[in-house]
Each structure stands twice: as C-alpha cells, then as structure tokens.
C-alpha cells in the first residue's frame, strides 16, 4: 500500500531534480527548505540544491508517512487522499478533516485537534469496518476538495496571484482529490 501511495504522491509532489522558487522559497523534490530547513540541516543538508532522492525518501517517511499514521488507515483510497493533503496542505489539516468525516458516523463525536491518536483510529476503524466505507472515502475527497477553494478564496482576496495561477492550482488540486484503488 505504502509504494502505491507515495509513487502517486510524488507525481504531483515533486521528482524533480532540479531547484525552483516558489513565493520566494526553494523547493527541490516537492521539500521546500527553507520550511523544513531544522529536519534538513539534522540530516546534513543545508540548501535546497544537497536533496537527494535518499533524503527525500527518508523525509517523505519521517516527516509525513510514519506521523500520520498512514498504515493505520485500512483503506488505500482514504490512506492516499490523507497522506496527499497532509503532504499538500499540512499534517494536522489533513487529520482535522479526516476528524470532522469520522464524526458524521459518531454518535459521540471524537476530538477535532489534527492528531491521529487512538481514539481517532478507533473511531476510524469502526466507520472503516462499518457499511459507511465507501460514504467516508468519497465525504472525505469532497471535504478535502472544499478546503481547497477555501485557500484559493484567500489567494484570491491577498491578490498576490492571477487568475491563471489559481485556475491552475484549482485544476492540480481537483486531479489529486481522487480515489487510486482502481
């Protein structure tokens, strides 16, 4: 499952292997460095242009994979959907709408903190294991898909981006927002 997940992920999240600025930033193989330069300067990297594929594997396992708990997710569609907004859009917003799904299911509502803990497995195995499967992965794809436009809504009011750009990113993110098990 993991392979299948982070080869789909790195289409849209970087194998290039080449240095590019984004807002002013210096991303190589989908890691921005100067956002994650203490995990990079840990491992004995300190620019952008030192990535190497090695680390971005190691990175993309220790900073995303292992954290959230992507083996724990028994259903690879929701596994990859979690792992790519995580990826994408940070951990702890891909776990608080992954939280806020589970909750449709409850009756007695988990936390909504962005920690994937024991309780928010628990409460995702049981919808998991319930006949809500297939009713969770698709709710969580359309919750995933609605912060989106939320972000390019306030891309639009800073006005630091054209239209072009946020119709691009619109078009990206709505690619991602799908199911792989097929």
């Not at 090695?54 to 792992?83: C, G, H, Q, R, W």
Request: with cysteine; glycine share 6%.
């Amino acid at each position: 499952m993991k392979g299948k997940i982070t080869s789909v992920v790195n289409r849209s999240e970087g194998l290039k292997n080449r240095v590019y600025k984004k807002d002013g930033k210096t991303t190589k193989y989908g890691i921005c460095y100067e956002i994650h330069k203490r995990w990079l300067n840990n491992h004995g990297i300190f620019s952008a242009q030192e990535i190497t594929l090695e680390i971005k594997k190691l990175f993309d396992n220790e900073v995303f994979y292992t954290p959230m708990k992507i083996d724990s997710i028994k259903d690879i569609d929701l596994a990859y959907n979690v792992y790519d907004m995580g990826y994408n859009s940070g951990k702890s917003t891909a776990i608080e709408i992954l939280q806020e799904c589970i909750n449709l299911f409850l009756d007695k509502e988990i936390d909504v903190d962005g920690g994937i803990g024991k309780f928010t497995l628990e409460a995702l195995n049981s919808v998991l294991e319930s006949n809500s499967k297939k009713s969770l992965v698709l709710i969580y794809i359309k919750a995933r898909k609605a912060k989106y436009i939320d972000i390019l809504q306030e891309y639009r009011e800073s006005k630091n981006y054209t239209d072009k750009h946020l119709m691009n990113c619109l078009i990206s993110w709505n690619r991602r927002c799908r199911r792989i098990s097929q």
